[in-house]
């Protein structure tokens, strides 16, 4: 598949097969990821790879985190939302949280944390490539300081992203996107 190609096909899968993902794979992402753009080349970007036991303990810590939201998190409703947060994670195969350093001065930190973006999509893309499907995925959870915990993140990292990665249930419906000429203004 070509990148165009992954580009235009490329969809969040909110469902995956349960099948395992060889490391390999995921070293792929992962170096994938590592040759974005990089001003002054300071390769602000961590990456965790989540599977296994950790991979459980994150289902807990963002079931738990969610729990937060509820008044009454035994009430029947919140009981099968939480579930449902729980599940999400132990059926995906592997879940890969993605920090950045976070830099003393600003334009450094928004730098780098616009190259641990791209660093993101490259992923997304070389996924596609791969055969896998990929949900990007944000949120409080993210500076629950339990999160840092399980994840081990360095002190001058924050935590910018959760992808969600395996083997697509079925392909994604692609959501329909305003025609790039509406936002383009063409200057001669
Ligand atoms: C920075 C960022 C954060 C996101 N966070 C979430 C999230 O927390 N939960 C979620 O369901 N989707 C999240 N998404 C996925 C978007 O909802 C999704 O990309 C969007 O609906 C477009 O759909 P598509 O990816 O299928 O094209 C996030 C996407 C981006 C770029």
């Keep these: ?4 190609q992954a580009i235009h096909s490329r969809g969040s899968v909110k469902a995956f097969k349960p099948d395992p993902l060889d490391r390999n794979l995921i070293e792929q992402l992962l170096d994938a990821a590592v040759r974005a753009p990089n001003h002054k080349m300071t390769e602000p970007w961590r990456f965790y790879v989540l ?19 509820f008044e009454d998190p035994e009430a029947p ?44 999509q490259n992923m997304l893309l070389a996924a596609m490539s791969l055969g896998l499907g990929t949900y990007l995925r944000t949120g409080s959870l993210l500076e629950d300081p339990r999160l840092r915990e399980l994840l081990g993140a360095g002190e001058g990292e924050r935590v910018i992203a959760t992808i969600y990665v395996g083997y697509p249930k079925e392909e994604p419906r692609l959501k329909p996107r305003a025609p790039a000429a509406e936002k383009t203004r063409w200057l001669d």
Excluded: N
């Design 1 to 4: 598949m070509d990148v165009l």
């Design 51 to 69: 599977t296994g036991d950790s991979k459980r303990r994150f289902a807990e810590l963002r079931r738990d985190h969610r729990a937060q939201r």
């Design 77 to 120: 409703e919140a009981r099968k939302a939480l579930e449902k947060a729980y599940d999400g994670v132990i059926d995906t195969p592997a879940v890969i949280a993605v920090a950045t350093l976070v830099a003393d001065d600003p334009v450094r930190r928004e730098e780098d944390f616009a190259a641990t973006c791209c660093a993101i």
